[in-house]
């Protein structure tokens, strides 16, 4: 269960680079390693016990490599329903033991992938890890506390809920108060992976501030 070839992950970092290279981003594989344990292909990251928190820490202390700019992404199965999780970036100092830079990272349902077993569009066209990351960079939710919460992002248009296919002209936060329909096509709603097509300047900006402030200085 979970055991992807090298072909598929090749697949999703072709993807991810195909959506980030409009914005001057790409990544670069340096290394793949697979791991046979039960305990940590499978524990719950949502209503998490202190169980599985320390499985979590157990797994990423001893799989996780480089420093703060380095994207470490864990593909397993996680929750059913649920694509994936990832870490913010916050203030931290970059030693190796530092338990926050222990557990940064991304992980994604291993059924998530390019050529997946979920409907053709759906799921399995490798948006899902696009989008995690995009919360690994410091992106909200284009959804963030609904009609009259914030992402942080000042041009992308209120929105209630996340996106469920790929509704064309749906507006959930409806009146003149919340102009613009809802961003189905942002990576950052919920939309089918077919559905979704790319960030908005104000995102991108968001990206590479909180990079230079975050994850950058690991660099120096």
Not at 136 to 163: K, M
Request: net charge negative; with cysteine.
């Amino acid at each position: 269960m979970g055991w992807i070839p090298d072909s598929r992950l090749q697949q999703q970092l072709q993807v991810m680079n195909d959506n980030y290279k409009s914005i001057g981003i790409q990544f670069n594989l340096k290394e793949i390693t697979r791991t046979v344990n039960k305990k940590w292909s499978s524990f719950d990251i949502l209503g998490q016990t202190d169980v599985d928190k320390s499985t979590e820490a157990a797994m990423k202390g001893a799989l996780r490599k480089g420093g703060y700019d380095t994207l470490n992404i864990y593909f397993r199965d996680i929750d059913p329903g649920m694509g994936g999780v990832a870490t913010f970036p916050e203030k931290i100092d970059n030693d190796p033991k530092n338990p926050k830079l222990i557990l940064d990272g991304v992980q994604i349902h291993y059924r998530y992938l390019p050529g997946g077993p979920d409907p053709p569009g759906r799921f399995n066209r490798g948006a899902t890890a696009t989008h995690e990351v995009g919360h690994w960079f410091g992106l909200l939710h284009t959804f963030e506390g609904g009609c009259d919460g914030s992402d942080f992002v000042d041009d992308t248009p209120a929105q209630d809920i996340g996106t469920d296919g790929c509704p064309v002209g749906r507006d959930s936060c409806p009146g003149a108060k919340y102009p613009g329909s809802d961003a189905i096509h942002n990576f950052m709603d919920t939309s089918d992976d077919t559905c979704m097509q790319g960030f908005t300047p104000g995102q991108v900006d968001r990206i590479y501030s909180l990079w230079d402030k975050f994850r950058a200085p690991a660099r120096r």
